[in-house]
């Protein structure tokens, strides 16, 4: 469909979903048709910034309407499911946000609903098209950084308290997926431990970690009840350690050319260890917003049939990590093994 | 014996045993009779700097002189518990580095025989002689900062690494002993999770959560590879927040005026969740070595009988925590019950 | 005219010029009637964001129309003198983009006819309706920082280089307001040197030191040609020491509890100094955009005919240290009187 | 003299005396004689740490024994003039504590007199050996930072007040020296503002601002009533700019890939400029003790006749400087032409 204009209809317009539909409707080669929202409040805010946009109340005119090509979902979390399900049997691709849906089951059965009909399946995992992430993850395809030993993040702040889901499932996703993408083996094993204190039943403090099939270990600090705002995330490598810090304007990654080797000059597992303190650069990386990049890439692959870098299948694979993280969560810490049925 | 000198032998002279004899040197109504090295090397050094004071090469002398009213052991921890229970045998106080020893069960012995014998035992956790503890400490203690709900650190670094003992024995002990000196809570479990990178069996970074029998919840997080140089510790209260950054020259504390709250005031559980942000202060902290402090409290406490911040309670405590997150380690995160045997 | 609608004819669309349109239009009580700019590109951007504004290419229309009541000046500062001086002489209050204007006598003209025909005069000398200006002005008025002695500032970046002006006509004009604004007292003279690198006779980079009559002393360092982004400005009082930094996010101001005193508690001359080192605070201060407290401002003004922050006469003065500092810099940085004629 | 031991007598043990006497004594190939100081209570000091010293309390007998190679001197500034030339008089060689002298007259004296007798005098300069300082005089040698434009440096505190002498004369020294050293051009005019607070005739804050023949700007802000400890020292080239900040422990020195350049890539005087914004690196450099460095660049310049970086000619001129600020602060900032006698 390379030369034809690709027309979609958005679900959702609450909080991220103005976000989207201010890319989208921006986007060379896109009409973005339709704004679906169940609040009419939502909806005649939508009407002020998308004067050209149709705003319908219910899904069901953008699902039957065989001219949209591709639905974008931003509505409740609860609903990405039988809205993907929908969208996909109806033969639209789709772009659902964060997280692909509730239940692993669930989220095997979108992914081979689209793999069966050959429609684009993509997940808003919005960090994994933030230029400081593109840049970390040439740096280590490249081989410079050697082989990854393990990665850390903090994403903290005071507020943006939910109701609806605890920190782990609001915050934890853009972690996970950075983890996944960066760390380039599979996720074996989760153990993680929150606690309780605005409301009953909904951890605002996570410590999660993560073994990896390779020996890599990952752990990942949310919170909302937190003095700092930080976003961190530190990678280290045999040969390189790069640290992505998303709060400060400029100079986002640093690249620390730090080692441990032996006498030999092989890092491992000698008697005599030394350690190497080379220069620390902060790479000139060219910043653009991170969700107009999603945008962008959603719509190329469409066009093209490339399979997105944040396709159903990484999906499923942060969910599936957010599963275990949440049965390890009500078991006290227990690590909980990440169970792979056929998909 | 509140009018006498008080006089000591030291019982190791390698990495922190300088630092160890400089201050008990120093410090008025103090004398340091001899210093026991069994490495010649050692021992040359210390002649250097403390010629005043006998050099011995095994601890037989020491734990024979009945001049002698207290050891100080700053020899390896393998040593600690046989080192120990002599000198608490033949009568002497005893102030010995950090950790009391390797074994739960040893440590309770110890903790039984100085408190059968009357005599300090006292366990070298230097961080809680620190001004900065100090202060979080009492200003806890002091109600400002509402109850403690959780509290999480880092100590990281490239190196000192060390052949003898994993990163968890290494360094996690400081801040083992300042969370249980800060939440004012017992340790119930522990899961722990750590990766062996540069030797086998001994674990370069570990991450480390704690649940206390508040409800409260800790986080340790301890690595000699990584980029940067941290120690932070970061304690939540209802009321305000405070974070210790050990690598700042000044203004090392920052306390937050930061909080949840329901509408009617009271932070809970209800429905509408408000951020309340104030001024952050910095409080002036007057600072001195707290090694310095740690031996003038030792001092004290053996010339007037009183109990040590840091004494073999406190000691076998952290002990507990280190054996139970060794445990947990072994299994793979699997979360272990701080058993408390009668002691 | 308390209750009546105030109607703005804003003439200039350029750099500046759409972030006054923004704030004018969204402010209860104020009708931005036209927009007036010479470039039909600049008008055309302003009907998208303007639809229900009249859009005119000379400034005619907005003189002669009774209806309006005030004119927002953001064109080019060359023009400032006749636009202010023919919308006063046609009976309109003005808002004028800093500086005033070019001409120190020219300036106090337009001092003297706003005050002739009683009408608001006023500069947009925007920092001083920042929220940690106003800040630091009420901490020093209440007498907490006592007697201010000096104060020093850094505007720096790379870039934002301009053509038509200088980095002192340009830069400077912001710190100079601030500077007066605090310091409450009259500058008597200036040294100030730059250089020259990227065009000729376009300072690039200029150090400029003003004596107040109250013997305090001020100093202020722009560029435009430096590898940081910085915006400090710091005051140093007999009691508490302040620095606004305004390129972090949160904790702008930072207020010191230093000082220097004598013995007996007073500072001053006396041969035996003591220092006093006691909190940091950073204030919780509530921010919102400087800009839309400034139309605010002129609005309020206007309707109640209360005299402005930075009304004429404040402009006046940050163009007499402009004009000075311009005179010194020509001359090798000799100090150069500021002489006030009669205004 | 290259197989002999160098014989020192060190004159003075105050506030610097000791560092240097440390120094001295460990420094291989050279033997500290004597240590000269007027006061007991210091030589009793110098005792304890140098007992094989003799001590002498004043200096005729340094200057009068034929063993003694060179002389260091730390004593008052006021001092240094007839010191130095007593002791080239005797025909030894100097290294002298910054300031040279307090004279330019009697500077150019020491300075022909250490010449014609062929001997070392080194003044105390002690930043110009400073490892960072070096990294960056080889970075500009090297030419990978283009043409040095300006340079511009903070050196700021609360305390160490002196009643000696003023915050230029005490603070200065270093940032001139290093200003000349990486400038590579002549100074040739200084206008300098400054302010007296704590003490009558003795400013406490200080602004200087030098021109130098290549029309290179340079600025120099010094305090001691500042709420901030800050040692920094930008270079800004056409080519990088360079940022030694000594007040973080390690990654001292920042180099920025910043220029400004013309669509023809050549950096100059066009219409049309565009920002080069690349890498910034921290390079890895090796540190030492400033000091240590200095005495044995001063040792290895007696041994091998070798001209000192720091030489009389480099005291001379940054003397010039001073003597030209305080001239320029004299006369409330008027520039002052450095005039060059012959010498």
Known sequence: MADKELVIGQIGYGYWGPNLARNLSELEGVRLKYICDSSADRLSQAAIKHPQTGLVGDTGTVMADNAIDAVVIASP???HFSLCREALASGKHVLVEKPLCLDVRQGREL??????????LMVGHVFLYHPAVT???EYIDSGQAGNVLYAYSQRLNLGRLRHDENCLWSLAPHDISIMLHLMQAEPESVSARGACYLRENLEDIIFCTIYFDGG?????HVSWL??????????VGTEKMLVFDDMVPDGKVKVFDKRVYREDGVPGYGEEFYLHVGDEVLPAIRME???QAEC???RDCVMTGARPVSDGRQGLRVLEVLDAATRSISQGGRPVEIGRGSC
Request: hydrophobic share 45%; no cysteine.
């Open 77 to 79: 979390a609860v609903s």
């Open 111 to 120: 992914v081979g609903l689209a793999e069966e009909r050959g429609l684009v």
């Open 135 to 137: 840049f970390m993850r």
């Open 216 to 220: 890599q270990l990952g752990n990942i």
């Open 226 to 235: 937190d003095p700092h705002k930080v976003r961190t995330f530190t990678v």
């Open 289 to 291: 917003e991170p969700l």
């Open 296 to 298: 962008r890439h959603f």
